[in-house]
């Protein structure tokens, strides 16, 4: 049986989940991140994405993550969100209203790293809608 570690995730709405678990998948900005106990200390920027949490009896559970930042020690992870809800309970709207906002402002940028951080966070928005609402 695999170590269990505290995990923490929360959004300034509300704590999500706080608890020992086994393993934590996270949308690190560079790639998704297995965080298991005993992981190596380090910080990292959260995407848009999927955090998928397995319990130390091999349940696990997907929340819909908008970006953030994840503290890892070896004895725990936090991931502050900027905003987080339970896979079940994602509406739908709310990434469409996203992405309309965020070619809004595309069409806005002054400058080409304006522009690139806004398509690169579309390209994510847009990877996120079809995990969380397949055709």
């Not at 020690?73 to 900027?82: I, N, R, S």
């Amino acid at each position: 049986m695999a170590d269990s570690f505290n995990f923490e995730l929360v959004s300034p709405e509300r704590l999500l989940v706080s608890g020992n678990v086994s393993e934590v998948v996270i949308p690190a900005t560079e790639g998704e991140m297995t965080v298991m106990a005993n992981h190596a200390p380090t910080m990292t920027t959260i995407k848009p994405g999927i955090v998928t949490v397995k319990t130390a009896d091999g349940k696990k559970d997907r929340y819909v993550v908008f970006g953030g930042f994840a503290d890892i020690v070896p004895t725990g992870c936090t991931l502050l969100a900027e905003s987080a809800v339970h896979v079940d309970d994602f509406n739908s709207e709310d990434i469409t209203r996203r992405i309309e906002t965020a070619r809004k402002e595309l069409d806005h940028a002054k400058s080409d790293d304006q522009k690139y951080g806004i398509e690169t966070y579309l390209a994510e928005l847009t990877t996120l809608q079809g995990i969380v609402m397949p055709a």
